[in-house]
């Protein structure tokens, strides 16, 4: 039989919260449902969670504090806003803190269920990819520790994204990709929001990059972008 999902939900609307709760179990996750961000990270240090369902305005602890917190303990976890605001900087700094996706409402629940499922099975399919270990140039890459090494051997932390968008970039070097192509890959969906949230990304790898002047992640105008890099870069290493 298989293991249930295990989802936290953080949600201080206690009647949205029911109704959340209510559809996920009937569709077979167990939900824990918090009503305050210190409630919920309480419960995510105590216990394994597969997804966060994560509203923004909350009590005694925001969203925003509660993501950047958890983000610190745990970057594969996959985590979605849910959240009444539509500003875009609020969406934008979502993702800076390393949120995957958000969620405005009102929603539907097979809106909800459908983003749901999408980021479970993308754990599952990373967890079984061998590929993790990749060379550009004179850098290492390696995915299953959120890890690049440049060429003095200082070791980058990356977050889950940025590890995400590198594995992808390396998986298609010296192509040309769309915008939308990467962000269907990465993301799951291609929206202006994320957009620019990869963009974001997009700069903090090109600044590595130049620790190797033969790696070059350029901006096809119009399109979207290419990695160029030295033969067999970008390859998983033997």
Not at 21 to 39: M, R, S, Y
Not at 52 to 76: H, T, W
Not at 111 to 140: P, W
């Amino acid at each position: 039989m298989e293991k249930k999902s295990r989802i936290l939900l953080v949600e201080d609307d206690l009647n949205l919260g029911f109704v959340i709760t209510d559809n996920l179990e009937e569709a077979g996750f167990l939900v824990v449902h918090c009503p305050d961000g210190i409630t919920a990270w309480d419960h995510f240090q105590k216990k394994p969670f597969d997804l966060i369902l994560l509203d923004i305005m909350l009590p005694k602890k925001d969203g925003f504090s509660l993501a950047r917190q958890i983000r610190k303990k745990n970057e594969m976890i996959p985590l979605i806003f849910l959240t009444a605001k539509s500003m875009e900087e609020d969406k934008i700094s979502g993702f800076e803190i390393g949120a995957d996706d958000y969620i405005t409402k009102p929603f539907s629940m097979k809106e909800l269920l459908l983003r749901i499922e999408v980021f479970l099975r993308r754990t599952k399919a990373l967890n079984a990819d061998k590929n993790t270990h990749f060379e550009i140039g004179s850098l290492t890459f390696n995915y299953a520790e959120l890890v690049l090494t440049l060429p003095d051997k200082t070791k980058v932390a990356l977050t889950q994204k940025e590890a995400d968008l590198l594995k992808f970039l390396c998986e298609n070097t010296n192509k040309t990709l769309r915008r939308d192509e990467i962000l269907l890959h990465v993301w799951g969906k291609a929206d202006y929001f994320l957009g620019r949230s990869m963009d974001v990304f997009i700069t903090k790898l090109r600044k590595h990059f130049k620790e190797d002047p033969r790696v070059d992640l350029a901006t096809i105008h119009g399109v979207g972008f290419k990695f160029n890099v030295p033969e067999k870069a970008g390859q998983p290493a033997e």
